[in-house]
């Protein structure tokens, strides 16, 4: 079968490479379509983890056409989606709950063969039916909604909280919308890219700026007289994670969600941490908010036409890449049937 294989960090390739037999617990999936991310440039560029040679692409979905041994399982030709996290179960993190922490994870499209091919195996316990009504592109985000519903959990929004969104890409414009269902009154969202902050005000933003303009800090004091209650960094960059800190109120959260690169470090004085009182917050993936996030694509809480999703073959994968490197496209997909 063809597949997107990374060989080693700045080496992705599309290959032809054999489909091996399904193991107990494992089942066949014809992938329909599989978003690319921020984290896979990070990814292919070799400043966030991963376990080459591996088959790239983390938020997926599609058939099952092979459904394994177990007479329990989940039928052939059920249209399921992939939860790429696959925790241990065993470690001290997992028995407490917290299986994004598992110090045994492993995540499919990173540590093991992903979505970006024609079909994948993977764990039937990965897997969730999705309900009729989605179409291939929302069900290919769900994903990366189940990712920003965790960080809505760790945000902690109140109603009629004022909340600024640095960065309007694709979990941008997701998490304004989950930030404006969750109840927040106003929501800023700075972002460079002209045409990212017009569909950001066109989906609710009370306010659209411009970083360039340098008018960001100004902005949010304008409009709270104190700061902003909650700061989401989306775009994850030092300049970003310096400005989250700086807007937010006293007794404000920050919450980094935009995956800066390993290494990455921002000045940091402990007292004005102190004396504003400031909760500074991580989220990283997506602990059981699967369920959650197909219930908000599917009440239509999280509307995934204004991102004018595009759908690349397998081989269009590099083009896939640099359009969104350059910002041209807010979200691009694979169709490996294409
Ligand atoms: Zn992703
Ligand atoms: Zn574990």
Known sequence: MKVAELEKPGSLRVKSKPLRA?????????????????TDIHIVDGTSRSTPPVVLGHEYAGFVTDPGNDPNGIPE?????????????????????????????????VDIDGGMAEYSIVPASALYTIPQELTAEESMF????????????RAGIRQGDTVVILGGGTIGLVMLQLVL??????????????????????????????????????????????????????????????????????????????????GETIPLEPNAVYFRELTIAGSYVNPHTFGRAIALLKGGVVRVGPLDVKGYPLEGVHDALDSLRQGRALKNMIVPGS
């Open 77 to 109: 030709g059920t249209h399921v989606a992939v939860d790429p996290n696959i925790s241990c179960g065993r470690c001290a993190y997992c028995r407490r709950g917290l299986v994004h922490l598992c110090t045994n994870l492993r995540a499919l499209g």
């Open 142 to 153: 769900i994903e990366p909604v189940s990712c920003a519903v965790h960080g809505m959990d």
């Open 22 to 38: 399904l193991r107990t617990g494992e089942v066949l999936v014809k992938v329909e379509s599989c978003g690319l991310c921020g």
């Open 181 to 262: 269902h969750g109840g927040a009154a106003c929501v800023i969202v700075s972002e460079p890219l002209e045409h990212k902050r017009k569909i950001a005000a066109s989906l609710g933003a009370s306010l659209v700026i411009d970083p360039a303009s340098g008018a960001l800090g100004q902005a949010v004091m304008d409009e709270t007289g104190i700061g902003a209650d909650v700061v989401i960094d989306c775009a994850g960059t030092a300049s970003t994670a310096r400005a989250s800190l700086e807007i937010a109120r006293r007794g404000g959260t920050v919450l980094f969600f935009g995956v800066c690169p390993i």
